[in-house]
Nanobody
Framework: HVQLVESGGGLVQPGGSLRLSCAASGSIFRLNNMGWYRQAPGLERDLVATTTSGGSTKYADSVKGRFTISRDNGQSTVYLQMNSLKPEDTGVYYC????????????????WGQGTQVTVSS
C-alpha cells in the first residue's frame, strides 16, 4: 500500500508564488521518476515537471524559468516551487511517482496523488 500526501495549493494573485509538496510512504523499495502534472478545467492532464532519481529534470515549455522541481530522496518527497504565477497556471496539480516494490524481483508501479488545487486570480 502506497500513500502520496500532497500539500501547498491555494489561491494566489498573479505574480505570486506557491510551493507544492508530495510525500510518498508505504511499500516502496525505490522511487524512480517523480513529477507534477496539471489539469485545467475541461482540459487533459499535462506534464508540468518531472525529476529522475539521479536529479535530471524536465519542464513544460510554459513553466520553464518560473517553476523548479526538486526532490529529497531521504524524505521521499518531491517539491514544486512555482514563481511568477499566471492565471493560466490555474488547475489541479497531481503528484506522480514511479516506484519499485519489495517483490522479488521488484515490480514497477506508477501512482497518482489525489491532487491539490492551485488558483491564480486577482
Amino acid at each position: 500500500h502506497v500513500q502520496l500526501v500532497e500539500s501547498g495549493g491555494g489561491l494566489v494573485q498573479p505574480g505570486g508564488s506557491l510551493r507544492l509538496s508530495c510525500a510518498a510512504s508505504g511499500s516502496i523499495f525505490r522511487l524512480n521518476n517523480m513529477g507534477w502534472y496539471r489539469q485545467a478545467p475541461g482540459l487533459e492532464r499535462d506534464l508540468v515537471a518531472t525529476t529522475t532519481s539521479g536529479g535530471s529534470t524536465k519542464y513544460a515549455d510554459s513553466v520553464k524559468g518560473r517553476f523548479t522541481i526538486s526532490r529529497d530522496n531521504g524524505q521521499s518527497t518531491v517539491y514544486l516551487q512555482m514563481n511568477s504565477l499566471k492565471p493560466e497556471d490555474t488547475g489541479v496539480y497531481y503528484c506522480n511517482v514511479d516506484y519499485l516494490d519489495y517483490s522479488d524481483p521488484p515490480s514497477e508501479y506508477d501512482y497518482w496523488g489525489q491532487g491539490t488545487q492551485v488558483t491564480v486570480s486577482s
